[in-house]
């Protein structure tokens, strides 16, 4: 039986297992189950100390669980920006088509915006259940060697808000990587959501014992969208992830019809390659705005099949090939 938010089952029912807050987190919480919680200096005044103090504390018995489950994974890399709007979803989307073009090449994609799952619709397999199996929860395979998880496949109606604090979002990220059957693959993406908040967090730390590959990092242009890049990248150094490369993507426009390219959103302060630069980061390319590629994911088609020559097309493959150039040089390892 599939398992569902409407009626859960014993796995999502485990998601239940965190301490119920009765407020929300504190801007320095240390968090619920950490072994500082309901003791630390910001714990004082806080309604949810006492509940914290009460919680369980020590090492996350999971942790072994979700390291053995994906010991046949290669590669594991996290796909961020800290803005939203940026094509975080649409370049994880694009990446794991051009990786899945490799028949020898077995990619996933877990899709841990809980909150705004788009992967699914991009992928063509937005209408898909879960199904379960003696060896957990299988993912959607979009061809024989693409597979997707995500939360929107647990939706009782495809349009129905996900409203959850932390902890539930927490504890279906930790589902996802403990219970779904992954199997062997060379790259597991995992398309996070904006900002530097719990998806990030609960990833970073569920992973640290299997290892991160490291972070690719997307941006526009103009400098609103670099300021929280850089709050990335920061959260990415602070957490012990190495950041891949920068990504600077709707970098012009690319008329579909004459293929020449105009300046949509200016670099006002230098843009993606001047940001990697100074933060001393690989600078993967620039990716053009092409509408085709907005229609390939409203109707989850792969845009290299559809649009093989056009700029966009060509600035993507150039991505993909310094990106794994960085994961094949890399060291798998999270230090906290």
């Known amino acids: 039986m599939a398992p569902s938010l409407e009626a859960p089952d014993e796995a999502v029912q485990s998601l239940m297992a965190h301490p119920q807050l009765v407020a929300p987190e504190p801007e320095h919480c240390p968090g619920p189950e950490s072994a500082a919680a309901g003791n630390a200096d910001s714990c004082q005044g806080c309604p949810n100390q006492k509940i914290c103090a009460s919680a369980p504390k020590g090492p996350d018995p999971d942790i072994p669980l979700i390291t053995e489950r994906l010991a046949g994974v290669k590669h594991k890399i996290l796909v961020m920006s800290g803005k939203g709007g ?3 979803s649409t370049f994880t989307s694009l990446l794991a088509f051009a990786l899945a073009n490799d028949p020898d090449k077995t990619v996933g994609i877990l899709d841990t915006d809980i909150t705004g ?5 991009m992928m063509g397999v937005v209408e898909e259940t879960i199904h379960t ?3 957990g ?5 979009v061809s024989d060697n693409l597979g997707v998880m995500s939360i929107q496949f647990m939706l009782p109606n495809r349009d129905d808000a996900i409203i959850w604090r932390g902890p539930k979002k927490n504890g279906l990220i930790k589902q996802f990587l403990k219970d779904v059957d992954w199997g062997d693959l060379d790259f597991l993406l995992c398309d996070t959501p904006p900002g530097t908040s719990d ?6 730390s569920f992973l640290k014992e299997s290892g991160i590959d490291g972070a690719v990092m997307v941006t526009t242009p103009q400098e609103v969208a670099l300021l929280d890049v850089r709050k990335e ?12 490369g920068l990504v600077e993507n709707m970098s012009g426009f690319v ?5 020449h390219e105009s300046q949509i959103f200016q670099a006002s302060t230098g843009g993606g390659r001047k940001l990697a630069k100074e933060m001393g980061i690989p600078f993967l390319g620039s990716v053009p705005l092409d509408p085709r590629i907005g229609m390939a994911c409203d109707y989850g088609e792969s845009f290299f099949d559809s649009c093989p ?19 094949s040089t890399t060291q798998r390892i999270v230090h906290w």
Do not use: M
């Not at 998806?199 to 970073?204: D, G, M, N, T, Y």
């Not at 008329?255 to 293929?259: A, D, E, I, K, Q």
């Open 86 to 88: 940026v094509g975080k």
């Open 117 to 121: 799952p788009s992967i699914p619709t």
């Open 133 to 135: 199996s003696n060896q």
């Open 137 to 141: 929860w299988s993912p959607i395979w």
């Open 199 to 204: 998806e990030h967090l609960s990833v970073s």
């Open 233 to 244: 990248i920061n959260f990415c150094q602070k957490a012990g992830i190495k950041v891949l």
């Open 255 to 259: 008329c579909p019809n004459c293929t």
């Open 309 to 327: 020559d056009s700029p966009a097309c060509k600035a993507l493959n150039l991505v993909v090939k310094r990106l794994t150039g960085q994961v």
